[in-house]
């Protein structure tokens, strides 16, 4: 009876351990994840924002990545930009309420919105209009959106459609670094771009 007993109590310990280990697309994805922060691309989780077609092609619905880039030195304008046809296309309905020196009145249409009648809206920044992708072909179909502010560029993405084997079957773990260094290079050109012709 005690052996019964033993043999019960093992086999409850085992199944309780096998339990909190993580499935196989959740140790990919952490490896993915782990790999963007060494990168310095400030990898997190967010809810997905109400300005990118998110999960079933509906804004604002579902979970996105979201990796953020920080440039020191580096100022860019706030702006957000949707991909369409695999190019960036600035977002029509951004408005930015933040004081600037290259800033336009809002038309009455949308300052009857704001709460105060003296709220400006920046012009939109059209430095990557049309401008390709050129991501990896296993992280440009998962791409929903960028964003930049101040000194950051940020790129939201299904990085979970990354790792599944169901969305992405080239997937291996030896391109992670690779993939990354790639998506990384682009902000940085993305951002060079934009800074420059807000200089200009």
């Not at 086999?11 to 697309?25: D, E, H, Q, R, T």
């Not at 990545?65 to 930009?81: D, S, V």
């Not at 939201?156 to 169901?166: F, G, L, Q, S």
């Amino acid at each position: 009876m005690g052996t019964l007993i033993g043999v019960i109590i093992v086999l409850f310990v085992l199944g309780s351990m096998m339990a909190l280990k993580p499935n196989g697309i959740d140790q990919r994805l952490d490896k993915l994840r782990m790999t963007a922060r060494r990168l310095q691309l400030n990898p997190k989780l967010v809810a997905c924002p109400d300005w990118i077609k998110g999960r079933d092609n509906e804004y604002g619905r579902g979970m996105l990545g979201q990796y953020c880039l920080i440039l020191e030195e580096t100022k860019l304008p706030h702006t957000r930009y949707q991909v369409i046809d695999g190019q960036w296309r600035p977002d029509s309905s951004f408005v930015d309420t933040s004081d600037d020196a290259k800033t336009l009145h809002i038309p009455s249409a949308i300052r009857s919105t704001q709460s105060s009648n003296n709220v400006t809206v920046k012009k939109t920044d059209f430095s990557l209009d049309k401008a390709p992708l050129e991501l990896p072909v296993s992280i440009e179909p998962f791409v929903k959106g960028l964003m930049t502010k101040a000194n950051s560029i940020i790129i939201y993405w299904e990085d979970i459609a990354y790792v599944r084997p169901n969305s992405n079957p080239t997937y291996h773990q030896q391109r992670i670094e690779a993939d990354l260094l790639v998506l990384k290079a682009n902000l940085e050109k993305w951002a060079i771009q934009m800074q420059k012709d807000a200089r200009g």
